[in-house]
């Protein structure tokens, strides 16, 4: 039986405490309401909080910001397969079948890594907006919009990511309020870096983005002609992805480790 106050903080795509991208998952018995988890989200103040309701042979699973939802959230789908196999609730050699509003994710582990099949997404070239060095800190080489309204920025050189600052009020007003910025890897143990933002959704720098790479990986495996890539998104805590593009879906593989569970005294 399901303890329905039970919530885990877990930290995705990293096998070191303290780095990777914190998740909040919680596994409910019943459709708790969209105001409940909206709030359990807030109080927990990670960039999303994940609820899984088990429906039959697949799970429910929604994402929660501190402040929306979100219909699809790579780390946090991550985080949510590592506490159904850690506590047992699927056995290790079996697959997971995760319903998001995003779309439908099978999940399956391999050996320590744990391995998500997520949708591509679809690219389309914009200009470049005036606007974008002021507000970012450096000029891109090009510019995408894809869905969610997220832009992507290839920079010219991997220092035009790292060292960008920028302004997230501005993002806001002007359009870049879901904004990846990426390069081609030249110094780090990758093909590519990411940094993402979305002061839009309330997260001003996401630590690691699995959704992003449905954007990403084919991006990058058009430009550098490979099929499977590594990832490496350079925020403060870091992580590491190892993507494949597979026809039109992308397999993100990370480790995740459990970093406390706690009880709800609410409920």
Request: hydrophobic share 45%.
């Amino acid at each position: 039986m399901i303890d329905r106050k039970r919530i885990f903080q877990v930290d995705a795509f990293t096998d070191r405490p303290f780095k990777g991208n914190p998740a909040g998952v919680m596994v409910v018995d019943e459709v708790m309401s969209a105001n409940d988890m909206q709030s359990i989200a807030l109080e927990m103040n990670l960039s999303e909080t994940a609820f899984i309701i088990p429906n039959g042979d697949d799970f429910i699973i929604r994402f929660f910001t501190p402040t929306t939802e979100v219909s699809l959230c790579g780390h946090a789908s991550l985080a949510s397969a590592h506490i159904l196999y850690e506590i047992g609730i699927i056995e290790r050699d079996s697959a997971i079948n995760f319903k998001a509003k995003g779309g439908d994710l099978v999940i399956r582990k391999d050996n320590d890594w744990i391995v998500m099949d997520f949708p591509k997404y679809p690219l389309y070239k914009i200009d470049i907006p005036s606007y974008f060095e002021k507000i970012v800190g450096f000029k891109p080489v090009e510019t995408y919009s894809s869905v969610d309204e997220w832009i992507v920025a290839v920079a010219a050189i991997e220092s035009d990511v790292v060292n960008a600052k920028p302004f997230y009020e501005s993002m806001i007003k002007h359009g870049l309020g879901n904004l990846m910025i990426t390069a081609e890897s030249k110094s780090f143990n990758a093909d590519f870096i990411v940094r993402c933002f979305a002061p839009v959704s309330g997260i001003n720098e996401d630590p690691v983005t699995g959704s992003a790479h449905c954007a990403l990986t084919p991006l990058w495996s058009q430009k550098l002609g490979k099929l499977e890539l590594d990832s490496y998104q350079c925020s403060k805590r870091t992580g590491n992805l190892k993507v494949k593009l597979i026809d039109d879906r992308v397999e993100i593989k990370g480790k995740a480790i459990t970093i406390f569970e706690a009880n709800l005294d609410i409920f």
